[in-house]
């Protein structure tokens, strides 16, 4: 798998905390509906629920003060919730900043 150095330069920048994690949303213009009908981005202005990580926390610190390891990693392609994220801006591109329990699948 090829690795993009602007992905590696970010990681490198940030380092999510706890449980977060940080995804480059997959970018698109059009988006596709399921039947085929291309919808121009100027009608469809809702975030992407798709993306991949680009950087993760240690974990999160369970009752006992044991870290709980992250279930996913740099690299994954994951599907998340709508509305569970936080935007940031890093040398000019988008990514979203989330916690894990807000990943809803691992793409494969």
Do not use: C, H, W
Not at 95 to 108: R, V
């Amino acid at each position: 798998m090829k690795k993009d150095i602007s992905k590696t330069k970010v990681s490198s920048k940030i380092q999510p905390l706890a449980d977060r994690v940080l995804i480059k949303p997959f970018s698109g213009d059009d988006k596709k509906s399921p039947s085929g009908i291309i919808i121009p981005e100027t009608i469809s202005k809702e975030k992407p629920e798709q993306g991949e990580v680009v950087a993760v926390g240690e974990g999160r610190m369970d009752q006992n003060g044991k870290i709980v390891p992250m279930r996913v990693k740099v690299g994954d392609m994951v599907l998340f919730s709508k509305y569970g994220f936080d935007d940031v801006k890093i040398d000019e591109e988008e990514f979203f900043i989330l916690k894990e329990e807000n990943i809803l699948a691992i793409i494969s």
